[in-house]
């Protein structure tokens, strides 16, 4: 059985996605400094800001694929936090693709769909990026420096929504639900193109 882990491990994709596990693999939660509520999995303090110490983290567990699911996505606190905004979405993946690529573990770094203007629809990867803002500045940084020191790495650039642990108030499937709940109307996007995926699609 493979090892598989997710860093990023209390975030509300890696808690979404690990809901539906079903089994194939021997799943790590990598986190930092927010413990969670998950009996389910072994849950690890990796040492993101230090490449050769994760190297030394990820051999001796014996990973064999890890995806990162580190982000600041909050798209006001990267405007407000720009430097904290890259060393999260920047400099973390760049250590985690070095230190990927030193352990020999398969990489799978989640970018994201806000990496254009929105002047044209129905973009592909082989198109120049064109961010907007200081979070798709640092994760368009971000795929560059996963490329650049791990060029095996897989990117998905992608959107998604789930139910996550209740320490993540913001969440769109609250509001959604409270609204169904109390028949209220609640106002989402409009004209916006996009695949958005529930975390289940992604296993």
């Not at 990927?100 to 994201?112: D, E, F, Q, Y």
């Not at 120049?128 to 500045?137: D, H, L, M, R």
């Amino acid at each position: 059985m493979k090892t598989l882990v997710f860093a990023g491990g209390s975030s509300l994709l890696a808690q979404g996605w690990t809901y539906y596990d079903d089994s194939n693999f021997k799943i790590i939660l990598g986190v930092h400094k927010r413990k969670i509520d998950n009996k389910n999995f072994n849950q690890i303090r990796f040492n993101y800001e230090d490449p050769s110490k994760l190297t030394s983290q990820l051999k001796k567990i014996k990973a064999d694929i890890l995806i990162n699911c580190i982000g600041l996505t909050s798209v006001e606190r990267c405007e407000s936090q720009k430097k904290q905004a890259y060393f999260t979405n920047v400099k973390l993946a760049e250590n985690i693709a070095i230190a990927c690529r030193s352990s020999s573990v398969k990489m799978v770094h989640i970018s994201t769909d806000h990496l254009y203007d929105g002047k044209t629809a129905f973009k592909n990867e082989n198109e120049s990026k064109n961010p907007i803002n200081v979070y798709a500045e640092t994760k368009s940084k971000g795929e560059d420096v996963v490329l650049k020191f791990n060029k095996d790495s897989i990117i998905i650039r992608t959107n998604f929504f789930g139910w996550g642990p209740i320490f993540y108030s913001v969440c769109i499937f609250r509001p959604i639900v409270y609204c169904g709940q109390n028949f209220k109307i609640f106002f989402i996007f409009i004209s916006v193109w996009g695949i958005f995926q529930s975390n289940h699609l992604f296993m």
